[in-house]
């Protein structure tokens, strides 16, 4: 892997189901299967990972997010039943 700490510092990985995009774990860094040792070749049957910009919300909060599978590219998004507990303010 040709990554810097500051790349690593700046990243976050999310795991996630490939059939069903929930999300199964998310951790600050840029990680792979490996973190999971004896596992890992089980879990890449069934999960997928992306790295992307490091966002605390996701990672503190990751139950209100689920990979979008509709597209080429797999894309993180909030779950509508997150955006509609709380009320719109006003201007």
Same mark, same amino acid.
């Given at each position: #892997?040709? =990554?810097? +700490?500051?790349?690593?510092?700046?990243?976050?990985?999310?795991?996630?189901? @490939?059939?069903?995009?929930?999300? &199964?774990?998310?951790?600050?860094? +840029? %990680?792979?299967? &490996?973190? =999971?040792?004896? $596992?890992?070749? $089980?879990?890449?049957?069934?999960?997928?990972?992306? !790295?992307? &910009?490091? $966002? $605390?919300? !996701?990672? %503190? *909060?990751? *139950? *209100?997010? @689920? #990979?979008?599978?509709?597209?080429?590219?797999?894309?993180?998004? +909030?779950?509508?039943?997150? !955006? *509609? %507990?709380?009320?719109?303010?006003?201007?």
């Amino acid at each position: #892997m040709g =990554y810097t +700490i500051a790349d690593h510092e700046a990243s976050m990985t999310i795991f996630y189901s @490939k059939s069903t995009g929930e999300i &199964k774990g998310a951790c600050s860094g +840029i %990680q792979d299967f &490996k973190m =999971y040792g004896i $596992d890992a070749e $089980d879990y890449s049957l069934i999960w997928a990972f992306i !790295v992307i &910009k490091n $966002d $605390d919300n !996701v990672l %503190q *909060n990751p *139950n *209100n997010f @689920k #990979m979008d599978l509709s597209g080429a590219e797999p894309i993180l998004s +909030i779950r509508q039943e997150a !955006v *509609n %507990q709380y009320p719109i303010a006003s201007a």
